[in-house]
């Protein structure tokens, strides 16, 4: 059964730092680039940051880059996301997913096969 299990999120303070986990089972982790992905209330679910399979190409929508990082550790099967220097804007429930397999358009959706369930991340001003 395929599962990615978000965690890490919570309520931190405007300027502070989260680190976001997903684990991922059910599946080959290794073969598939990893994305976050993030949904604030009554706005569409945006791109956040994707990694490729070995972790040496990393992309970022442009409010991430310079804050957030993505990393990933193919050998406990789980990819990062550590978001520093938060912002209120940046509250949302965040998403890790899993490309589906020989995909290369990671900003989008479609592009991804499995998703997880959500943390929620708040930031207070």
């Known amino acids: 059964q395929v599962q990615l299990a978000e965690s890490g999120g919570g309520l931190v303070q405007a300027g502070g730092s989260l680190r976001l986990s997903c684990t991922a089972s059910?599946?080959?982790?290794?073969?598939?680039?990893m994305g976050w992905f993030r949904q604030a209330p009554g706005k569409e679910r945006e791109f956040v940051a994707a990694?490729?399979?070995?972790?040496?190409?990393?992309y970022y929508t442009g409010s991430a880059k310079g804050r957030f990082t993505i990393s990933r550790d193919n050998a406990r099967n789980t990819v990062y996301l550590q978001m520093n220097s938060l912002k209120p804007e940046d509250t949302a429930v965040y998403y890790c997913?899993?490309?589906?397999?020989?995909?290369?358009?990671?900003?989008?959706?479609?592009?991804?096969?499995?998703w997880g369930q959500g943390t929620q991340v708040t930031v207070s001003s």
């Open positions: 990694i490729s399979r070995s972790g040496d190409s990393t």
């Open positions: 059910g599946f080959t982790f290794s073969v598939h680039a």
């Open positions: 997913a899993a490309a589906s397999v020989g995909s290369t358009l990671y900003t989008r959706l479609g592009s991804y096969a499995y």
